[in-house]
């Protein structure tokens, strides 16, 4: 599932090669129907919050969850678009780019105050730092007024927005930090670290387009088995004490960690 740095990727992309202009949106694949109530329209502001990237267009905007299977198709072209290839939900069309959507869990069309209702249910995001949200107390509020283990509560996009199963696993090992340590027995001053790392790797995340978390694998574009400390490497030598990284289910999603880095 892609992660919040994806999104903030695609919204980039979206202003750079669609701001400003009138587009031609249409569902090839025809589950879409929305795309008639913006069609035609400039597009006047693309944004991601979390997994979410919402479209603004003057009668409203789009918003987009690719959930497990979704995927973004972009191109360039000179006279004519290549043909949509398999199930599309919806094409975004412009003089000269072209952006396919496919497999979403959500492409729908809402109103200002669906939009608003949609961002007031996400946590501050890492990505979108403004001072004056005061994003980080939230999070850290929101983690101390619970006894939800740190694992579950860096998943819960009402908490903080964006982190997915990869930076949840590499965030905690990076803080020494148990998963299973609840919300309320974590320090302002770890919560904080997590915070301030997570923007860090996601910054990253959205220059490179993949998730680097190792301080000395950070510039070049490491290959996948010397990515990450931790994830996905259950039964593998911890990089940093020896000991094999565990594996377990948490809410019904893989959690990887050491434990003995990150005693609870
Ligand atoms: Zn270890």
């Given amino acids: 599932m892609p992660e919040g740095h994806t999104v903030h990727r695609t919204a980039n992309r979206f202003r750079k090669d669609f701001a400003g202009r009138e587009l031609n949106i249409s569902s090839p694949q025809g589950r879409f129907i929305d795309a008639v109530l913006v069609t035609g329209q400039q597009l006047e502001s693309s944004e991601a919050f979390g997994k979410h990237l919402f479209l603004g267009f003057p ?104 982190i997915g199963n990869v930076y949840r696993a590499e965030l905690l090992f990076r803080a020494r930090l148990s998963p299973f340590r609840t919300g309320n027995e974590v320090s302002e001053q770890d919560l904080a670290g997590i915070w301030f790392d997570a923007v860090k790797l996601m910054k990253i995340g959205v220059t490179k387009g993949i998730m680097l978390t190792r301080d000395d694998h950070l510039r070049g574009m490491p290959q996948l088995k010397d990515r990450y400390f931790v994830y996905k490497r259950e039964g593998l030598p911890c990089r940093n004490c020896g000991n094999e990284v565990s594996l377990q289910l948490m809410s019904s999603r893989k959690l990887y960690w050491c434990t003995s880095c990150q005693k609870l």
Avoid at 60 to 83: M, Q, S, T, V
Avoid at 109 to 132: E, F, M, N
């Fill in 59 to 162: 009668s409203g905007f789009i918003r987009i969850h690719l959930g497990i299977y979704g995927k973004w198709r972009f191109a360039e072209f000179k006279a004519e678009p290549k043909e949509p290839v398999g199930q599309v939900r919806a094409r975004f069309l412009s003089e000269h780019f072209v952006a396919d959507l496919v497999g979403p869990t959500a492409c729908e069309v809402i109103d200002l105050a669906g939009y608003q209702l949609q961002k007031s249910k996400l946590g501050p995001d890492p990505l979108r730092i403004d001072p004056a949200d005061q994003e980080l107390e939230r999070f850290i509020g929101r983690c101390q007024r619970t006894k939800t283990p740190i694992g579950q509560l860096l998943m819960d996009q009402s908490v903080i927005s964006g």
